[in-house]
Each structure stands twice: as C-alpha cells, then as structure tokens.
C-alpha cells in the first residue's frame, strides 16, 4: 500500500496534514522526528511538519534526513527552513513577522508542486523566522508581499518546500498543493478509500488470525462495533463479544445497546459489574487514578468472563489513530495529553495477543467503513463517549448517587439534542458534575445544591474541536428542564472552550 510519512516537529497542524492526505484517498502514517519508522517500497513520500521551534534554537528538532533526493519530500514552515538551514542557506529571525493570511504574489507555474493554484491565492502563514538566502540549486516557486523564499524546489530532487500551511483551511488552494505533490511528484494512485480498507483488512485478519478465537469488549460506540463488524467478517462465529456494565454508563445505556446488537449475527454476552466499579472508585478524586482504577477493574471483570471462552488466543480493541498519537510521548511532538484505557499492553496473566483493526483511521473514517458495512445507523451516528464513562465527568469522587444525578441530566441534554433536530450537528456532547455547589431559591427556599456544565463541540476526528453554537432558546430550555427536573441540581452552566486549548473532555 502506497505510504506518505509525515515526520513530527511538534507542529499543532500536524494531525491537519494527515487528514488532508487522506481525504485525498492517500494513506500516511504519523511518527516522531527522533523516531521514523524503516522505509519499506511502499513509503512514496514524505512531509516533514512545521514546529513550534525555531531552527535555531540550541535544542531544535534535527530530523536524519538520509532519504532526502532518493524520495520525494515536501517541508511545511520549520521542515522548509530547516532544510535550508542544514545545508547551508540562512534562516533569520525576520524584522515581519509572518501570521495569518496572506497572499501569493508570485508563482511558478511550470514547478509541480504548484500546478493550476492562482496568483493571489490566500495562504496561512505562521512564522517568525524566514528564510534569508537559500543554497546554489534551491529554486523559488512562490512569494508573498513580505515573504520573497515562500517556496522553493531542490533542482534535480523531488524535494520541495513552502513556509506556508496548506493543510488549514485558511490556505484556500492548499489542497490543491497537497494533492500536487501527492500525485504529480510522489505518483500516489488514490485509491485509500473505505471500500479498499474493508476488503484488504478482512483478508489481512483471516490470514492473521485464521481459525483462532477472538474475544473483543464492546462498549456499545462507533469503534468496537465497527471493529467487531469487520472481526465478525474476518472470523464468524470465533469472534466473542463481550459488554460489560460498569456503572458509569448513560442512562438506560447498557440494556439499549444490547438490544441494538441483536440483529447484527454478533455472539455478544452481557456483564453487569457496575458494583465492582464503585467499590474500585471509592474516594478517588484524580482523573488518572479514577482511570487506572477503571482500566484494572474492567481487566478483571473481562479476565473472569473471557476465561469462561475456551482457548481464546486474540483480544481485540477498537483503538483508532488520535488515540495512538495522543498516548505517544516524545520530545516536542505528540505529548500525552491523558492515558488511554484501550492503548497499551495487557497484564501477562491474559496471555493474549493484541488485534486493533482500526488502529490507522481517524474517527471519521471509522464511521465510513461502517457505512460500508452495513452498521445500523442508531450506532453509526452515537456521539463518542469516554472508555471510563461518566466517572471522568464527574469532577470529584465517584459515587452512586452522582452518576443518578449525572445520568439524569445527560438523558435531557441528549434527548433534548435528538428532539430539535441538534444531535447530528454536533460531533460530541454531554455533560460535567461540578465539584460546586450553589446557592439557589425554588419557591420561597434557599438551596444549596450542584452545578452542572453542558459541553457540545463540533470537530472531523476530536483532535480540534470548537464550542456548539447551540440556539440560546434551546439552552434555556434544556437549563429550565434539568433543575425542575432533576433533584440535586440548581444551576447550569454551558462550556464555551475549543480544543486547543481545553480538552473536548474536562479530565
């Protein structure tokens, strides 16, 4: 399979390139500068990402460009000026400092890379260093009013750089540049599409797993049906499904999705250990504590009933790439922003291997390839929810009676969202128990009583994400519902945060 690698820098547009690349039906991989993966005859390009560093400070990312001439290459803003200033160009802190838009002033239209974009086309800009002088064989292919070294070509190599992002949206033929360079300099064919993946995951999991029996735990979202679908596919009746109930669920959640499993010719077995988990939750007030507790309870319940299954050698998981980036450590890229319950290893008592058929797609893909596989649209459409459940959104300790309170107000905020047409608007929401209480008056009383935030955000893959511009007549509403209609709650706040720099999530 044709392969773009995209080498971090630490860039926050880094996970942007990666879905422009793959909307143009091209697959790419993410990796850390200071740890690439070996380049097999399937690797046809690479993009080196911009930075939140400049080349010249002391403890810069320095990338091994080894393949540099033998493949094509294309720098985005620190990858352009890096490659300049390794090889004896100058990058300079510029006295105009470039940010925001701006505009190509002029172009090379006989370059590759920038074939069929329009002289005045707006690019996004974001960078304080320039590029001053470029070496003997480095060849401009585009200038903004402030910016003469906007883009360049190597002569004789496939290797092109511009100081610009063309992967936001502010950069109006960015896509163009990208999908340039993908088909007219790397020869990509475009044939990454959720079709291809179906067919060429199957075969590759019948080879892998053969007759072997695989136990998979579901939790009723996109991405374990998605992922037991194409096991089901792969494996029939071998494939054991697993829900557990951990307590933590939406309201009415587990016996619904059971329900909506029926149908689906998966072999899927029920387990309610909601106790377990409060007892395992009991006074825990840290999300990463709350979260390990979860995750070993969840291993234990799922331990005891996979051991019921005989010779069982595979767990699946339905692992998608944003977790895998966002649980990569590294220095500069990809910092850990929190644990993930499903990325990782197991306890060796399991004795299991490891399938993640979905570990390459982001979130929106995971939704097409179910599309194509005939997923009910009751489950193709669900929100995304948190693997530890309502714990993370109660912002304290965990106890019966505020999941009650919290499932109570999640149930109106949600129906409320399906009922004026909302839900599929918005990517994700629900809601946050505060760790505050309020004074409030209900009838001729004072109360004393919890805040809850609601949180509805808009994003492709949750790696960006903006606030919901919900009607201020539906807030109202939902706010008047929730405390006539929920004991305990006097107040109701609405979260306005985008991500960066929140979190979709509040822990």
Not at 60 to 68: E, I, M, N, R, S
Not at 142 to 159: F, L, M, P, R, W
Not at 445 to 466: C, F, I, P, Q
């Amino acid at each position: 399979m044709q392969t773009i690698i995209i080498l971090d820098h630490g860039s926050q547009y880094t996970q942007l390139i990666a879905r422009k690349i793959r909307e143009l039906n091209v697959y790419c991989e993410i990796h850390p500068f200071n740890n690439p993966p070996a380049f097999d005859k399937d690797v046809v390009g690479v993009v080196l990402s911009g930075s939140p560093y400049s080349v010249r400070d002391n403890d810069a990312p320095q990338p091994d460009l080894w393949f540099k001439g033998k493949i094509p290459v294309l720098g985005i803003c620190y990858g352009a000026q890096y490659m300049v200033n390794a090889f004896g160009g100058k990058v300079e802190q510029s006295n105009i400092r470039e940010y925001g838009r701006a505009v190509l002033t002029s172009i090379d239209d006989t370059c590759k890379l920038m074939k069929g974009i329009t002289l005045g086309s707006q690019v996004w800009a974001s960078h304080g260093d320039t590029i001053e002088s470029m070496p003997a064989n480095y060849k401009i292919i585009c200038s903004t009013a402030t910016v003469k070294n906007a883009g360049y070509h190597i002569e004789g190599e496939d290797t092109y750089a511009i100081q610009f992002h063309p992967e936001v949206h502010h950069s109006v033929e960015g896509k163009q540049i990208l999908q340039n360079f993908l088909v007219d300099v790397c020869g990509c064919k475009q044939d990454w599409t959720s079709d291809n993946f179906v067919t060429a995951t199957v075969k590759d999991l019948k080879a892998k797993l053969g007759n072997d029996k695989v136990v998979l735990g579901l939790s009723g979202g996109v991405d374990s049906s998605v992922a037991a679908m194409l096991l089901n596919e792969a494996v029939g009746k071998n494939l054991n499904c697993i829900f557990v109930d951990n307590g933590l669920l939406r309201k009415n959640e587990f016996a619904s999705v059971m329900e909506s499993y029926k149908g689906m010719g998966l072999n899927v077995t029920g387990v309610d250990a909601s106790q377990m988990f409060y007892a395992a939750l009991e006074g825990l007030k840290d999300p990463e504590q709350k979260r390990k507790a979860i995750g070993k309870t969840f291993i234990e319940v799922f331990d005891r009933q996979a051991t019921k299954i005989k010779d069982v050698k595979w767990l699946a998981q339905g692992t998608i790439y944003p977790d895998v980036i966002e649980s990569c450590s590294v220095k500069g890229p990809s910092a850990t922003i929190k644990s993930h319950h499903n990325v990782g290893g197991l306890p060796d008592y399991m004795k299991l291997q490891i399938v993640e058929p979905l570990r390459a797609l982001f979130k929106d893909e995971v939704r097409r390839v179910g599309k194509v596989l005939g997923l009910k649209e009751e489950l193709l459409s669900r929100h995304p929810f948190p693997g530890p459940g309502l714990a993370i959104r109660i912002l304290s300790d965990v106890t019966q009676e505020k999941v009650r309170i919290l499932q109570e107000v999640d149930s109106i905020f949600i129906e409320g969202l399906k009922r004026e047409g909302l839900y599929n608007k918005v990517w994700q929401a629900g809601v946050m128990l505060l760790p505050v209480q309020s004074v409030g008056v209900m009838g001729d009383e004072r109360t004393y009583e919890n805040v809850v935030a609601l949180r509805a955000v808009e994003s492709v893959d949750g790696m960006t994400a903006d606030w919901s511009h919900l009607p201020y007549d539906f807030l109202a509403d939902m706010s008047n519902n929730i405390i006539n209609n929920v004991k305990g709650v006097n107040r109701v706040c609405y979260d306005i945060s985008s991500k960066p720099p929140a979190t979709i999530e509040w822990e």
